[in-house]
């Protein structure tokens, strides 16, 4: 966990006086909408289709049990007794009265928990992998890292009025669990030939109308100078990013137009005028922030206790292990996810009994600690493998035992024309049709990983891009259709699906996916070949025709 | 959504309201005759020609006190009956299609 300081807290709260007074101007009728909206936007406040929604950030995906206790309190006192976890380390609430969210900020500021930038074209929340600091193999915790970042980047006034909103994200293993390659600036920790630890940049990633994989423009960048390095890369966008046109103002049409190399040019020659400048990180302010994060007293345990030897005798059991539980860097230990994709729910919601219930496991099982992820899952990230048969009972009861995570039904998606104002089609419904199709888990076992995304238009909150199967909701005729890629990835080899052919309407896209799905399961050459691979060996035909023959 | 900016541009197809959000809890409302805002539709002001369809969403954007994000929807009529004219619309009057928690 991570402990705030003092300046952090008065931060905190300032910030909600703040927003008390800015709101009960723009009810009182002295600030207008338009006054109002960038204001409220800067505190995480959106206006979706039936209410206000409300985005709290969980920094780099780690929460304590107080802290998921009060989004309980949360989402009961002030909402409909559910959240939403998004796609960002987020929290998001559907619908909150604005006259009360002064209130509800002043509850969360008590734990440190805040929606600063989590809207807005500023620097947002700065992303991490959900199993930082307890990954077997990583080559440090990131979020000491993230947490620089934040620190340097909350409320800075170079980075609040950018030409357009700024996503950072940071992994520290050889599997990106944090999709770097789709976010404005990836950085990937690594050692160098001397042992240093340092950065790989790259930039320009992103989704949406435009997609892009981010490119790398520096192979590596010392720790200490990754601030001053990021600052470079902002400075440059700033100077050259477009503001005159909302489509084209992203980083990564900028490093599209002038080209990688120019761009890094523009950086690199940016950074070398900023010379050793205050932005230096020196070891001392890296090691304060290191020792602000701590890291639970693990017990010396076997590697195969008793408990779980007894407990394997149990299929259903081990279909969760198998499924669910990841190693640990400690020996045993084991990272724990928990599905937040029950078969016919609607994907990433938590209810408050579940979060307050999972708040209680955590400081059982976890040393009070749960970790966000960006596949809208959670995780408890401290197990002792004795414990896991308890849990998992515990879980099972609580409905997150879903053995699914990485299957057919761990499905990603946006909250689509349900509640989005943008929306052109429903994203939720879909998946919920989708979770029932495949609900046997002997099935989805046997077709292996396979991750689908939906977004319900082409913002792509939902990451349909990089789905090994993507959906995408248009409209057409006001009716709901949907476009289908298959062959997308969001991990290290990170690259966009390809279109199948034209789009299905609302009824027919359950079909469709069980079409491919079949098609894929007679195509693959082994049963080891996952599904992303075959589309790689074979092409998006044999798919198009199995899908479009009988259409 | 429709910019008070644009609303030269506006033409409705058929029978409409106005609608938004109330400012101080979000929730969906409707433009009434009596220059309110009701939760309910069929308290709505129904139009059927562009101006009258402009004159109403002047005059409930000008409430930004009231609500906002007001913009014209389009509704069915039937026997007297009102009733949204999109999916949208359907969704924002009746609430989410889908069950918000599994079964
Ligand atoms: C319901 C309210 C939401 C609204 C109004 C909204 C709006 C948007 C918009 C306008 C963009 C595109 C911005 C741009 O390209 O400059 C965007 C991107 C994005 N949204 Fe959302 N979003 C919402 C909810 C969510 C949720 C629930 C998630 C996660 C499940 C999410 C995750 C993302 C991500 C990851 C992107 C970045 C895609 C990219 O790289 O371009 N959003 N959102
Ligand atoms: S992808 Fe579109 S529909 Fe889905 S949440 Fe984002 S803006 Fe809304």
Redesign the interface.
Same mark, same amino acid.
């Given at each position: 966990m991570y402990a705030y300081d003092e300046l952090d807290r008065t931060l905190i709260n300032e910030r909600v006086s703040e927003f008390r007074d800015q709101v009960k101007r723009?009810?009182?009728?002295e600030l207008?909408?338009d006054e109002f909206k960038i204001l409220r936007l800067q505190n995480g406040v959106y206006?979706?289709?039936?209410?206000?929604m409300f985005r709290v950030a969980i920094p780099y995906g780690t929460l304590s049990s107080k802290q998921l206790r009060r989004l309980a309190h949360i989402a009961r006192r002030y909402d409909?007794g559910?959240g939403h976890f998004t796609t960002r380390q987020n929290i998001q609430f559907n619908?909150?009265?604005?006259?009360e969210l002064p209130d509800a900020l002043a509850e969360l500021a008590e734990v440190g928990i805040h929606a600063m930038q989590t809207s807005g074209n500023n620097m947002r929340n700065v992303t991490s992998d959900q199993w930082a600091g307890v990954a077997p193999g990583e080559v440090e915790d990131p979020r000491i890292w993230s947490e620089i970042l934040r620190q340097h980047t909350t409320l800075h006034p170079e980075f609040s009025f950018l030409p357009r909103k700024f996503k950072i994200a940071i992994t520290a293993s050889e599997h990106d669990r944090a999709a770097i390659k789709i976010h404005d600036i990836g950085l990937r920790l690594h050692k160098n030939a001397d042992g240093e630890t340092g950065f790989e940049v790259l930039v320009g990633g992103g989704l949406g109308r435009t997609p892009f994989i981010a490119k790398t423009i520096k192979p590596f960048v010392h720790g200490r100078d990754i601030l001053s390095y990021v600052e470079a890369i902002l400075r440059v966008y700033n100077q050259y990013g477009r503001r005159d046109n909302i489509y084209k103002a992203r980083i990564k049409i900028l490093v599209h137009e002038l080209g990688i190399e120019k761009f890094a040019r523009e950086v690199d020659e940016e950074w070398r005028q900023m010379g050793h400048s205050a932005l230096t990180l020196d070891h001392s302010a890296i090691e304060e922030v290191r020792s602000r994060f701590s890291y639970p007293p693990y017990e010396k345990l076997p590697h195969m206790p008793d408990e779980l030897k007894e407990a394997a005798h149990d299929p259903l059991f081990e279909r969760w292990r198998k499924n669910s539980v990841a190693p640990h860097k400690v020996q045993g230990y084991s990272i724990v996810t928990l599905s937040l994709k029950?078969?016919?729910? !609607?994907p990433g919601?938590a209810?408050a009994d579940q979060m307050d219930a999972l708040a209680d496991l955590a400081d059982r099982y976890s040393f009070g600690e749960i970790r966000v992820g960006h596949e809208q899952n959670l995780a408890l990230p401290h197990v002792a493998k004795r414990d896991l048969p308890q849990l998992w009972k515990a879980l099972d009861r609580l409905?997150l035992a879903t053995p699914n995570v990485n299957l057919v039904t761990d499905i990603i998606a946006c909250p689509g024309?349900?509640?989005c104002?943008l929306?052109n089609a429903?994203s939720? !419904?879909i998946a919920?049709e989708l979770t029932r199709r495949f609900a046997n888990h002997d099935t989805a076992d046997m077709i292996g990983r396979l991750h689908i995304n939906i977004s319900g238009c082409i913002n792509a909150c939902g990451h349909h891009h990089v789905g090994h199967i993507g959906i995408l909701g248009v409209e057409k005729n006001?009716e709901?259709f949907y476009q289908i890629t298959i062959g997308g990835r969001a991990d290290e080899n990170a690259q966009m699906g390809v279109l199948i052919g034209p789009a299905v309407p609302y009824a027919e896209v359950a079909d469709v996916i069980e079409d491919i799905v079949e098609a894929y399961l007679a195509l693959r050459d082994r049963p080891e070949e996952l599904f992303v691979d075959t589309v790689k060996r074979l092409g998006v035909e044999p798919f198009k025709e199995r899908v479009y023959a009988t259409r | 959504?429709t910019s008070p900016l644009e609303q030269k541009k506006i033409r409705i197809a058929g029978p409409s309201v106005v609608t938004a959000?109330r400012?101080?809890?979000?929730?969906?409302v409707y433009r009434t005759a009596q220059q309110g805002w009701s939760t309910v539709l069929s308290d709505a002001a129904i139009v059927s020609t562009s101006d009258d369809a402009r004159a109403l969403l002047a005059e409930s954007v000008a409430d930004?006190?009231g609500a906002?994000?007001a913009y014209i929807a389009p509704v069915e009529l039937n026997g007297g009956v009102i009733k949204p004219g999109?999916? %949208?619309e359907h969704? %924002?009057s009746k609430?989410?299609?889908?069950?918000?928690?599994?079964?």
């Open positions: 723009r009810l009182s009728g207008t909408e206006l979706q289709l039936h209410a206000y409909r559910y619908w909150i009265k604005l006259a029950p078969v016919g729910g !609607p919601d209810s409905g024309l349900d509640y104002s929306a429903r939720i !419904p919920q006001g709901e | 959504m959000n400012t101080w809890d979000g929730v969906v930004d006190v906002v994000g999109n999916l %949208r969704i %924002r609430g989410v299609t889908i069950d918000l928690l599994p079964a």
